[in-house]
């Protein structure tokens, strides 16, 4: 069971043992040193005991309701909505005299929602990588700046979703209004409906300036526990939950928290960031183009013709660039980053083309999660998207087709003609609509588009049906046209009618 600080000096006990608090400390220290991660539990703290802990230079109020089903010595449990707003209250907790330093000053505070199983800690990237995947364009973590009052330069960062930051002035009334996106269900893996969701933590680091006036002097960390629910689900959890204590006897209540109407954020050690935004700087990296023999590409397709998967990248992403089997390990490296794997170049630092190629689908979701691990595998054995539509188009004209070739072979030194043969153009569709069939055509017939007036079907007994969206919708794969061509009108135009 994991034992948490908890926000009141009532319940906030230090833990004695045998032997002095010096081994208490080291085995502290030597923890977080091991895990880089912040230290939450009190008994592997290295926090002073009560008599020696410094009175907060501040505190962080958080505006909802604790749960009245905590244990007096747990940690206290607070139910949010997703995406509602909440305000946290900015306090300066100063004693008079104490940190003179700051009086006048701007501070800067960083405000994250982070796991609180320890367990999600250690494959925080991985999580959040796959959270982005099955939301893309969203946020776990907003500041709702229309509501806050007082900060100053509020930013969020692509990079970090789960994290945003602010400055705020110690003088002045601070409040910072948060939105939660993510709930506690969508770590849990899914089994038969009903899954207990994982609790999350908002934790607020305070920096102020240092000598080089960047704000990286830690003054402050402090955090609660939390779970996220839909939409007006933690209100009816709360409510269960007084529901619950109501039916218990005096004797049991006697062991759980009463719920407060706020919840104060304890005391606990900086989140690391530094394990977190290096991945982010290493995300846009500068190299020089590998050199050919290194990779594979592949044959280009018209690119007119073709299906927008099955063209050459100009912008050089490495879409049609395969691994070798022989790239050396520095190459690999390259391929990582050039393919946006730069989160995993370390964890691969050791890895050549050919041992890369070797991993299962299996191996690369287990080292890289479900979202990374897919599609990492998919860039490796290049797999494209299948086009939904593939359609064989060849132009007809009175004199015989342009796209009519007479083949010549060689035999005995002699020259001798073969049959003619239709040519036919494969066009590839993304989108089962008409106009995508037609800018197809004109490009393959080599007619500007904006010279074809109408395109017609030939039907049954030779009557001409207008293209529209429901028939190329219903047109069979790999179906085959001719195409002939006929002036409009005006002469200025064309009419193509598909046979």
Request: with cysteine.
């Amino acid at each position: 069971m994991l034992f948490w600080q908890s926000y009141t000096e009532n319940f906030r006990a230090p833990v004695q043992r045998q032997g002095g608090g010096d081994s208490n400390s080291s085995s502290g220290s030597f923890t977080r040193d091991v895990l880089a991660l912040p230290i939450f539990k009190q008994e592997d703290s290295n926090l002073p005991p009560e008599s020696k802990t410094k009175n907060p230079p501040f505190q962080y109020v958080l505006c909802a309701a604790t749960s009245p089903a905590v244990k007096l010595h747990d940690e206290t449990l607070t139910y949010l909505n997703q995406g509602q707003s909440y305000e946290i209250r900015m306090l300066d907790n100063r004693k008079a005299g104490e940190l003179p330093e700051l009086n006048n000053q701007m501070v800067k505070s960083t405000v994250r929602v982070v796991f609180h199983d320890r367990r999600l800690q250690y494959t925080e990237h991985q999580q959040l990588e796959g959270w982005r995947w099955n939301r893309p364009g969203d946020r776990l973590l907003d500041i709702d700046i229309p509501m806050s009052v007082g900060i100053i330069e509020p930013k969020t960062h692509p990079s970090q979703l789960n994290a945003a930051e602010f400055l705020w002035d110690l003088n002045k009334r601070t409040s910072v209004f948060v939105q939660v996106h993510c709930i506690s269900t969508e770590f849990t893996p899914r089994k038969h409906g009903g899954e207990k969701g994982v609790p999350f933590r908002i934790q607020i680091d305070t920096f102020t300036q240092g000598d080089g006036g960047e704000y990286t002097e830690h003054l402050h960390s402090a955090s609660c526990q939390i779970k996220v629910f839909k939409p007006k689900g933690a209100d009816r959890k709360q409510k269960t939950d007084r529901e619950k204590m109501e039916k218990r006897t005096p004797q049991e209540k006697e062991k759980y928290q009463p719920s407060y109407d706020t919840t104060i954020l304890s005391e606990c050690s900086p989140w690391p960031d530094a394990a977190y935004t290096s991945t982010s700087q290493a995300a846009t990296p500068s190299f020089s183009s590998p050199p050919l023999s290194t990779y594979t590409t592949s044959s280009v397709l018209d690119s007119d013709s073709s299906s927008p998967n099955h063209q050459a990248d100009p912008g050089g992403q490495g879409n049609s660039e395969q691994l070798s089997p022989t790239a050396s390990i520095q190459d690999a490296q390259k391929w990582l980053l050039k393919n946006r794997f730069s989160s995993y170049t370390r964890l691969f630092s050791h890895f050549s083309g050919s041992d890369l190629l070797k991993l299962t689908r299996d191996d690369l979701v287990q080292i890289c999660g479900p979202a990374d691990g897919i599609r990492l595998f998919n860039a490796l054995k290049s797999r494209s998207v299948r086009p939904r539509l593939t359609v064989y188009v060849c132009q007809e004209s009175p004199q015989g087709s342009p796209l009519l070739e007479r083949h010549c072979t060689i035999e005995n030194g002699e020259h001798q003609s073969s049959a003619s043969l239709h040519v036919y153009h494969a066009l590839y569709l993304e989108e089962l609509t008409a106009a995508e069939l037609i800018r197809k055509i004109a490009s393959v017939c080599g007619v500007p588009l904006g010279r074809i007036h109408q395109v017609y079907r030939q039907g049954p007994t030779g009557i001409h049906i207008l293209l529209s969206d429901q028939m190329v919708y219903n047109l069979s794969d790999e179906s085959c046209f001719l195409i002939s061509t006929v002036k409009d009108e005006l002469g200025e135009g064309l009419h193509l009618i598909l046979k």
